[in-house]
């Protein structure tokens, strides 16, 4: 098996990042940079997303494995006193996986003939740096609002957890084949309306975005900011690829939510030691 690490540099991190290497290599398990089996992320969910991306091209052969630094996330699956079991079951690996869906966002620059193509593992946000944005929403090829307000964002289901939530989104489980688009900051009045509320997205329809100045946009993919940039047009559905996580141990998405909205399963469990 071939292996990449992709770390943060804190101090801590990179420290267990020194021992995994190390434990690694002494169980004759290849350490590499480029084509890798497993991707291993050492940090929080943001040093995961950067690995995704780093290796977004080659999402049909590689798995990913997380191991935080902090506390716990939503793709980072060990903890930093877990390396030797982790070690222990790369070296027993069968190729297990658990997949989810993708974000497949195409945008149409004003000064570019073709589309350019982005795949985001959360979500892809619009906002304006100055001023009302003011976009026609199409689903598939009706024209479903014409939106004034702060921004929008499209997320997956995973990703529903993120900043989707922050502006009022449901938390998607990620067996559904869906996005997700909530708005920020709408303007609704006597002469200017908006649905208001997060829309569902069916897995064979699409969201098609035409702002009505293309510039002073800023376009978000998970943790990348791409701006000053004319946009005529974006368009986002779910990704054919599909981003697969080793099966090692992988917790229940609810008990993901669970744990880092409300931690009554925690504060319960610390109960329970007290009275011991």
């Avoid at 293309?214 to 690829?241: C, G, N, P, W």
Wanted: net charge negative; aromatic share 10%.
């Amino acid at each position: 098996m071939k292996i990449a690490l992709v770390h943060n540099q804190t101090p801590e991190t990179l420290s267990v990042a020194a021992k995994f290497k190390e434990m690694c290599l002494s169980e004759k398990i290849g350490i590499v940079t480029d084509h890798p089996d497993l991707v291993v992320s050492i940090g929080g969910d943001g040093t995961l997303l950067s690995a995704f991306h780093k290796y977004e091209s080659q999402l049909s052969q590689v798995r990913f494995v997380g191991i935080h630094t902090g506390h716990l996330g939503f793709y980072t699956d060990w903890r930093t006193y877990e390396l030797p079991e982790l070690v222990e079951s790369l070296k027993h690996d069968k190729g297990e996986s658990v997949s989810y869906p993708l974000l497949d966002i195409r945008v149409k620059y004003a000064d570019e003939e073709e589309e350019t193509r982005y795949i985001a593992l959360n979500e892809a946000s619009l906002k304006k740096m100055d001023g009302t944005m003011v976009c026609d929403i199409y689903v598939k090829d009706e024209l479903f609002e014409t939106f004034r307000g702060d921004g929008l964002c499209v997320s997956t289901p995973t990703g529903s957890t993120g900043f989707s939530k922050s502006l009022g989104g449901a938390v998607i489980h990620p067996r559904t084949e869906a996005i997700q688009l909530t708005e920020m900051a709408s303007v609704n009045n006597r002469i200017y309306r908006t649905l208001s509320s997060p829309m569902i997205i069916a897995k064979d329809e699409w969201i098609v975005i035409y702002p009505h100045k293309e510039d002073r946009l800023i376009l978000s993919v998970d943790h990348l900011t791409f701006k000053k940039r004319s946009i005529e047009r974006l368009v986002y559905r779910i990704a054919q690829e599909r981003v697969h996580f080793a099966r090692y141990r992988h917790t229940h998405f609810w008990d993901r939510v669970e744990d880092a909205f409300i931690g009554v399963k925690k504060n319960d469990r610390n109960e329970r030691t007290k009275e011991r």
